[in-house]
């Protein structure tokens, strides 16, 4: 399965796109700007009188020469936006084959906007045990998509390697979100930072709105477990109940938590159709 060529898709899309951060939050707007938090660049702001566990090499020895007083310099810090990208790589994303290619086009799409907002990218892969593709930089990764391949959920990767995402900015989770967890206990590791959250779900339009009819054999590509059953109307129209269901209750639990969950047709996206994408707050053409 080459992904290369949707990714190198998504970035020339990408390039074009903005991503547009909410203000209220560190790192958080469009281009690097001046924070009110005390850093170690631009230009001095003020002094303020030292506190144990402040680095000594901070401390203004004139200053002290002058009033006898430990005092500490301080400077604005430009702060750089962060988008932090986390992808699914476990196996229920390289079927229905198309939602590869979504996958791999939506993230060369995030990582491209982010530089060209101005922002620093981060890209994380899941799934199969967390790996960090690209680190924190302004420019565009040249890392490869990883193919899908793998059967360990989000939670399970976050609660071992949360840390490790940068804790301002956008985070971003391209996923089918076709997990047995609770949304709370899946997005409870995401959202601890205060980050702004959005959950783009990618599912196959085979999967949205089955045609599957007669006798199947239905075989779980992560666990392994195997179905045979008969499939008609009524089965269809069940499991279409609780795949409603199961999306209204991300839904509910994103708007709950403050995070954005929006549902993206994998063959629209692999397509370059973006229309549903720019639905989200958080894109602009």
């Not at 903005?18 to 790192?27: A, F, Y």
């Not at 001046?34 to 230009?43: C, D, Q, V, W």
């Not at 967890?181 to 709105?209: F, H, R, V, W």
């Not at 994103?254 to 229309?275: M, P």
Request: proline share 6%.
């Amino acid at each position: 399965m080459n992904l290369q060529e949707p990714f190198d898709r998504g970035r020339e899309i990408g390039e074009e796109l903005k991503i547009v951060l909410p203000s209220n939050i560190p790192g958080s707007m469009g281009g690097a700007r001046i924070g009110k938090a005390s850093g170690s660049s631009l230009e001095f702001r003020d002094y303020r009188e030292y506190k144990p566990g402040d680095d000594i090499r901070r401390i203004d020895w004139r200053a002290y020469a002058r009033s006898d007083k430990y005092v500490l310099k301080l400077y604005q810090e430009e702060i750089q936006p962060v988008v932090s990208l986390l992808t699914d790589v476990s196996s229920s994303m390289a079927l229905p084959e198309p939602k590869a290619e979504a996958s791999a086009l939506l993230s060369g799409i995030v990582l491209a906007s982010a530089v060209s907002s101005d922002c620093a990218a981060t890209w994380w892969s899941f799934g199969a045990g967390m790996r960090c593709l690209a680190p924190l930089s302004r420019n565009f990764p040249s890392t490869a998509p990883v193919t899908p391949g793998g059967s360990i959920g989000l939670a399970q990767d976050l609660s071992e390697k949360s840390t490790l995402i940068p804790r301002r900015g956008l985070r971003i989770v391209v996923s089918d979100f076709l997990w047995d967890i609770s949304p709370s206990e899946a997005l409870n590791p995401l959202l601890k930072s205060g980050c702004p959250l959005l959950l783009a779900c990618i599912l196959a339009a085979e999967e949205l709105n089955p045609k599957l009819a007669g006798t199947a054999s239905l075989s779980d590509i992560e666990l392994g477990g195997r179905l045979d059953m008969e499939i008609g109307s009524r089965e269809r129209e069940a499991y279409k109940e609780r795949l409603s269901s199961h999306l209204s209750m991300w839904k509910d639990e994103s708007l709950r938590s403050g995070a954005e969950f929006i549902v993206l047709v994998a063959e629209d996206i692999a397509s370059g159709k973006i229309t549903d994408l720019l639905k989200s707050k958080f894109f602009s053409a």
